[in-house]
């Protein structure tokens, strides 16, 4: 969380590009087809959208340019092209803009980065010496390079490759036996640490086993036991989820006017049943 490094009346300041650009949906009108009785769909100019009813447009464009002199994009390798696009048209003369990345970070979701291109034409300056993690021999370092090498990584200190051996559903058991024997040897605390998995794991999906949806609900039980009285289903519409006091959660959305980001977590305190 960058909000964290900069003093409070900072932070109004600092935002999602979306935010910063003021994306809202934008309707279109629908026209429905007599003959055939399918709905087609019209901007305001008349171009047709086809079966598009909706879609997010950024208020802030070249004709209504961003008020800021200097742009600082934190985490710029994973900014598409096009939404580069957006900010370049919303920008007014003379805005400087700033990023900061690794090229060697997660690319965007869809689209090609920017990055590379402002990496190739613009000014840079590289950083090649860790400061995170201090000292020499430091396994995790030494691993990061040999990755970015084209290596594979090796054992070390407190850095340890444990091979799990069979289908991902073995794989799931080896997992959840040896995270409890990590917390009791002070290895791994559940509240402060996390656990990277190589996908979702909607169920059905290939090595679903291993996937964060299905390894959360077992280490929830694991290290959160609770009886089934104090463990509730909360029908959220579209999908339901199973939680109890104690149990770690992390926000998914932004909710701008509770002061909650996408990505920050916390504790269940108190469930309370909603009046609606």
């Known amino acids: ?33 007599e003959s055939t009785g399918e ?12 079966t598009r009813k909706m879609e997010f447009l950024p208020t802030y464009t070249a004709d209504c340019l961003l008020p800021w002199d200097v742009i600082l994009i934190d985490e710029a390798g994973m900014v598409p092209l096009d ?6 048209d919303a920008m007014k003369p003379g805005c400087r803009v700033y990023m900061v990345g690794d090229i060697n970070q997660l690319p965007p979701v869809h689209g090609r980065s920017i990055f590379g291109f402002a990496l190739a034409n613009w000014p840079s300056w590289e950083l090649n010496h860790i400061h995170r993690q201090q000292g020499k021999d430091n396994p995790i370092v030494d691993n990061a390079w040999r990755v970015l090498k084209g290596l594979n990584p090796v054992s070390g200190g407190a850095f340890q490759m444990v091979e799990l051996k069979g289908d991902a559903q073995y794989a799931s058991r080896q997992v959840r036996a040896m995270m409890p024997k990590l917390r009791e040897r002070g290895i791994y605390e559940p509240n402060r640490d996390s656990i990277i998995t190589p996908i979702n794991g909607e169920d059905g999906a ?9 390894l959360n609900r077992e280490f929830s039980l694991i290290f959160n036991p ?20 104690g149990d770690r959660v992390m926000a998914t959305r932004n909710d701008h006017e509770a002061g909650i980001t996408n990505g920050m977590t916390g504790i269940i305190v ?5 009046e609606g």
């Open 226 to 245: 609770t009886d089934k009285d104090s463990r509730y289903i909360i029908d959220a519409g579209r999908e339901r989820k199973q939680f109890a006091v």
């Open 270 to 274: 108190g469930i309370a049943e909603h």
């Open 206 to 214: 290939r090595g679903f086993a291993l996937g964060q949806l299905p």
């Open 83 to 88: 939404l580069w696009h957006q900010i370049l």
């Open 1 to 33: 969380m960058i909000k964290k490094n900069f003093p409070r009346d900072w932070h109004g300041n600092i935002m999602t590009i979306h935010r910063m650009l003021a994306f809202k949906p934008k309707f279109y009108t629908g026209i429905k087809n």
């Open 39 to 50: 709905v087609e769909y019209f901007d305001d100019d008349g171009e047709s959208k086809g």
